[in-house]
Nanobody, 121 residues
Framework: QVQLQESGGRLVQAGGSLRLSCAAS????????MGWFRQAPGKEREFVAA????????DYADSVKGRFTISRDNAKNTVYLQMNSLKPADTAVYYCAAGAYSRVSRHYDYWGQGTQVTVSS
């Protein structure tokens, strides 16, 4: 079992930056690829970014490419999502997940509880 805990979400103005963290416990994160997903009110959960086990490969949704960066520190058992040039459309609950390197949510086995990101215009 892996327990995931996100942190770092808050209210920020458009154009601002945030760094989300996802800390894992239970098993080493280097056994899993990691992903970030988000869910806005009234919308389905959507893929944001993914990173491979070693961190050598990353993937991003088109809507965040060039603005968001996913990274991992396996020694600290933590994954990060650096979010720059934030837009109101980025407002959502952000979830981290551990599993296979994929854009598909059902390919991830473990999920955090989520952290709220609100971007004001």
């Amino acid at each position: 079992q892996v327990q995931l805990q996100e942190s770092g979400g808050r209210l920020v103005q458009a154009g601002g930056s945030l760094r989300l963290s996802c800390a894992a416990s239970g098993r080493p994160l280097n056994n899993y690829a990691m992903g970030w997903f988000r869910q806005a009110p009234g919308k389905e959960r959507e893929f944001v970014a993914a990173i491979s086990l070693s961190g050598g490969s990353t993937d991003y949704a088109d809507s965040v490419k060039g603005r968001f960066t996913i990274s991992r520190d396996n020694a600290k058992n933590t994954v990060y999502l650096q979010m720059n040039s934030l837009k109101p459309a980025d407002t959502a609950v952000y979830y981290c997940a551990a599993g296979a390197y994929s854009r598909v949510s059902r390919h991830y086995d473990y999920w955090g509880q989520g952290t709220q990101v609100t971007v004001s215009s």
